[in-house]
């Protein structure tokens, strides 16, 4: 069902601090930010040849990914995004395979204006799963 690797998401305290290192010390290319104020995140993303590196910060007093940084000051890997061809089928399907959709399950649109949806890290190795719908 799950198709390419879209992005490995990684938690940071300060986007322009990050951004800096990918572009300057890693020589990686590095789009400009973007506010997503619906997932209550500040995001830049790092394009790989083969899949792109999503660095978030916190936006707004109850972003998700406060309490992530809480316990990891320095930043970390967040969550992976996999593709998918069909969202709502794919969501029908691990749910029916008892996997918990996060939120209400009914997806966003998310950074690159395609519907997402979370998993539950209990259900995915302890890692939080972001799909996306893509074509
Ligand atoms: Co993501």
Known sequence: MIGRLNHVAIAVPD????????AGVLGARVSAPQ????????VVFVE???????LMEPLG????????????AAG?????CYEVDDIIAARDRLRRE????????????????????FLHPKDFCGTLVELEQVG
């Not at 790989?48 to 999503?54: R, W």
């Not at 007093?61 to 990891?72: T, V, Y």
Request: net charge positive.
């Open 48 to 54: 790989l040849p083969n899949t792109k590196i999503e």
């Open 61 to 72: 007093a109850d972003s998700p990914i406060a309490a992530f940084l809480a316990r990891n």
């Open 15 to 22: 986007l322009a601090a990050a951004a800096r290192i990918y």
């Open 35 to 42: 506010s997503l104020p619906a997932h209550g995140v500040r």
């Open 76 to 80: 970390g890997i967040h969550h992976v």
């Open 98 to 117: 008892g996997a918990r959709v996060l939120g209400d399950g009914e997806p966003k649109i998310g950074a690159h204006d395609r519907p997402v949806l």
